[in-house]
Structures are given as structure tokens and as C-alpha cells.
């Protein structure tokens, strides 16, 4: 009778094809979630414990959360186990650790217990978020591959919406709002975690390591692979590049936008209301990239949102600091080039141009080094933000990063498009790697542009 009740509810819970896409892309609404609920809370968290303080102390919270180097760390450890012990190992655990750290951050009542809640959501965001992009594509139908990734995309993009509308909606409550805006977070996460546990594993992960009943694959093994083909280190170049220097900007947009408009004489709610704005165009946008991304060529929709984004800063940065349609149309331009932006195609290219063995790991070294350089300049931007033509400044360098990643993805936009995923293994290593020849086969290929 027990076994009979166990298999009943595997049955119930059996999650496949957009029903496993979305349990799965829940991992990026709590990602920019968590980083939109720091955004909006940093104010109320400085007047209640650290008080006074010049930028430092709120760049350093940003710089160690899911915005920065806990993200950064937790996709570092996480991406190999994930190549090691499987897709749903990291599903197991990674919900439950971010909502301890939601908790913490809820009931927090000193800057010690911020900072810790802050790093360990950082830690479980980053560890889940490149296993989300590795599990969809490698179960995802080869033509609508995009779409799927895509639809991870769009979770992102609701974090946001939805955390800019709660912290209007509650910033009459001051910092009890703040407190009520991560307890949603938490509630999501727990509730995910138990859909999640429906999931099964990858049968492309258990093909490449040999079977079910295979040992796990070597994380020694896989990352000597990973390392020991130019065709994978110039894509490691590639993505870390274009991510990178996109989201140096997209990360000061999620969480001091709020900020900027104030310097521009905005209230708090009119900041968010602004910001809510802007991710609902987000939304839109990267609903059409999900019908488009299998479709149009990579190369000129990568460059359409590209060269979007950079007008967007060029409106902001060089638009008068006081009129309301300067950061109204930086919302909607911001917004309409976030559908096919860097992150979209990032987490759309990642997964397809490494193999099975180490294709969460490989992830798990870029977003580290992603995340990192947002930490970095987390710790700055805010400081140099208060002084003499702050915004000027810091526009100007992330413009410069913004044309960066437009170029680079433009012109070495990889050749993936509509194949699977064992074509494009055997195309650029000259076989499908698995566990019995990891080691150098075959002629591999460089990122080339379509």
C-alpha cells in the first residue's frame, strides 16, 4: 500500500516538456527577485543599521549577494556538482538553503544578520541558476530550444515587475515592507522546491556518464577536458566577455536604478513605479524574443538588443536630470532591449556550445566571473554615483562596456542555431563527449559567427 500511495504521487508530480520549463526557470524570478528586494530595501536597511553611511557598506551588501560575489561563488561550486551528481541533485537542496537565507534576511535585526542572509540567497541563487539553463536545454525539443531557455528569461523578468510593484505597495511600511517583500521570496522558493521534486534527471547527463547506474563523473576529469580544447576556451572568452560587460550595466540598472532616480528628484514610489515600468516592458520584449530566437539569425537580433541598450544609456546619462521623459524613455528603451539582451542569448549559446560532462561547470566559471565583476563594481559605483557629475561618469564607462558586448556577440555570434545538441558536440569536438572519451578527440572549432 505504501509503495502503491509513492508511485501514485511520482505520478502526480511527474513534471515534463512547459511544465518542467517553468518549475525549472522559477530559479531566475527569486534570482532578480532577491536582487530587486535588496534594490529597494537598502534605504530602510541604512536608516535602521548603519545610518549615515556614505555608499560604502550598501555597495558592499550588493557586492555579496545574489547580485555580485555570492552569486558568483555559489555558481563556481554549484556548476560542477551539477556536471558531477546530476541536474536534480542541485535541485534538491538549492531552494531550501535560499529560503534559510530569505529567512534570515526577514528577521534580521542587526548588520550581521543582513550580511549573512544576503551572501547565503547570493550562495544558493548562483548555484541552481546555470543547472536551470543546462536542464531545459537538454531536454528542451531541438527546434523550440530557445523558446524553453527563453522562458527563463521571462521569469526574470517578473521578479522584478513584481518586486518594484510590492515595494511601492508597501513603502508606506517602511522597513516592515522591505521585511514582508523577502518573506514573499521565501514562500515561492519552498513552494518551488516541492513542485521541483517532480522532476527527472537528465537523460543526457545520465547517457554521458555511462548510465544510471555509472559512477559519477569526475570533476577532475570533466574540467581537464573543458580546458584542454581551444574550441571551449575561446567560447569561455566569448561568453564571459559579451555577459560580462552587458551585465556590468544591467546590474547597476536592477539595483541602483532606484537610486539614480532619486538623484534625479523622484520619490521612492514614483523610483519604483518607474522601475515597474520598465520591467513590464521587459516582459514584452522577452516574449517576443521566445517567438523569435528560433528563428531570426542570431547574429542581427543579438545586435538589435545590443544597440538598443547602449542608446537607452545615452538617453540617460546625456538627457536633462530633471525631465520625467528622460528616465521615461530609458525605461521603455532599457526595457525593449532586455528581451534579446546578452543574459537571453547567454543563457541560450552556454549550454549549446559545451558537451554534456562539463556543460553546467563551464556555466558555473563564466557566471562566477560575471557576478564577480558586478561585485566589483558594486563596491564603487554607488560611491562614485554621490560625487561631482556621478552619473556622467559611471554612464559613460558602462556605455563603453554596453558597445563591448554589442560588437563582440555581433560578430562572433555562434552557429547553433536549429541544431541539436549531439550535432553541435560533434561538429565542434568531432564526436559526442561522454564519460569513456573525455579526453582531446577530434579537430574542435572556435566560436564562429553565422
Not at 154 to 176: Q, V, Y
Not at 212 to 220: C, E, F, G, R
Request: charged share 10%; hydrophobic share 50%.
Amino acid at each position: 500500500m505504501e509503495n502503491t500511495e509513492n508511485n501514485m504521487m511520482t505520478s502526480t508530480h511527474h513534471l515534463t516538456g512547459w511544465k518542467a520549463t517553468a518549475a525549472v526557470s522559477m530559479s531566475n524570478y527569486i534570482d532578480s527577485g532577491s536582487i530587486i528586494a535588496i534594490a529597494t530595501s537598502l534605504g530602510f536597511w541604512g536608516a535602521a543599521y548603519f545610518p549615515g553611511d556614505n555608499g560604502s557598506i550598501a555597495g558592499l551588501l550588493a557586492a555579496f549577494s545574489s547580485n555580485a560575489f555570492g552569486a558568483a561563488i555559489g555558481a563556481l561550486i554549484g556548476g560542477p556538482l551539477c556536471d558531477k551528481y546530476g541536474r536534480k541533485f542541485i535541485y534538491t537542496y538549492d531552494l531550501l538553503v535560499y529560503a534559510l537565507g530569505g529567512l534570515i534576511v526577514t528577521f534580521a535585526g542587526n548588520l550581521a544578520m543582513l550580511f549573512i542572509g544576503f551572501v547565503i540567497i547570493g550562495l544558493a541563487v548562483g548555484a541552481s541558476v546555470p543547472a536551470g539553463w543546462t536542464y531545459i536545454a537538454e531536454f528542451a525539443p531541438t527546434a523550440q530550444r530557445g523558446r524553453h531557455i527563453g522562458a527563463t528569461q521571462l521569469a526574470w523578468s517578473f521578479g522584478p515587475f513584481i518586486g518594484f510593484g510590492l515595494a511601492a505597495a508597501l513603502a508606506p511600511l517602511g522597513l516592515l515592507g522591505s521585511r514582508i517583500v523577502f518573506a514573499h521570496l521565501v514562500v515561492i522558493a519552498l513552494v518551488t522546491w516541492y513542485i521541483r521534486q517532480g522532476l527527472d534527471e537528465s537523460e543526457k547527463w545520465t547517457a554521458a556518464k555511462g548510465g544510471v547506474q555509472a559512477k559519477p563523473l569526475s570533476t577532475w576529469a570533466s574540467f581537464k577536458a573543458l580546458f584542454s580544447r581551444k574550441a571551449n576556451i575561446t567560447a569561455l572568452v566569448f561568453l564571459a566577455a559579451i555577459y560580462t560587460f552587458w551585465n556590468v550595466a544591467a546590474s547597476q540598472n536592477g539595483i541602483f536604478l532606484p537610486t539614480i532616480l532619486q538623484h534625479m528628484n523622484y520619490s521612492t514610489i514614483q523610483s519604483d513605479l518607474f522601475s515597474m515600468l520598465s520591467w513590464g516592458v521587459v516582459i514584452l520584449s522577452t516574449a517576443v524574443f521566445m517567438l523569435l530566437v528560433d528563428k531570426v539569425p542570431y547574429r542581427w537580433h543579438f545586435f538589435v538588443g545590443g544597440a538598443l541598450a547602449v542608446i537607452s544609456w545615452v538617453v540617460l546619462v546625456f538627457g536633462s536630470p530633471t525631465a520625467a521623459m528622460t528616465a521615461f524613455a530609458y525605461t521603455i528603451i532599457w526595457g525593449v532591449s532586455a528581451g534579446p539582451s546578452a543574459q537571453a542569448f547567454y543563457s541560450v549559446w552556454s549550454p549549446e556550445i559545451f558537451a554534456t560532462p562539463y556543460r553546467a561547470g563551464a556555466q558555473g566559471i563564466v557566471f562566477f566571473v560575471v557576478r564577480l565583476a558586478s561585485g566589483l563594481v558594486s563596491l564603487i559605483f554607488p560611491i562614485i554615483l554621490k560625487g561631482p557629475n556621478g552619473l556622467v561618469i559611471d554612464g559613460l564607462i558602462l556605455i563603453g562596456f554596453l558597445v563591448a558586448a554589442t560588437l563582440i556577440g555581433t560578430i562572433w555570434a555562434p552557429r547553433t542555431q536549429g541544431k541539436s545538441l549531439e550535432r553541435i558536440e560533434r561538429e565542434r569536438y568531432g564526436t559526442v563527449i561522454d564519460a569513456s572519451n573525455l579526453s582531446r578527440t577530434g579537430t574542435p572549432e572556435s566560436v564562429s559567427a553565422s
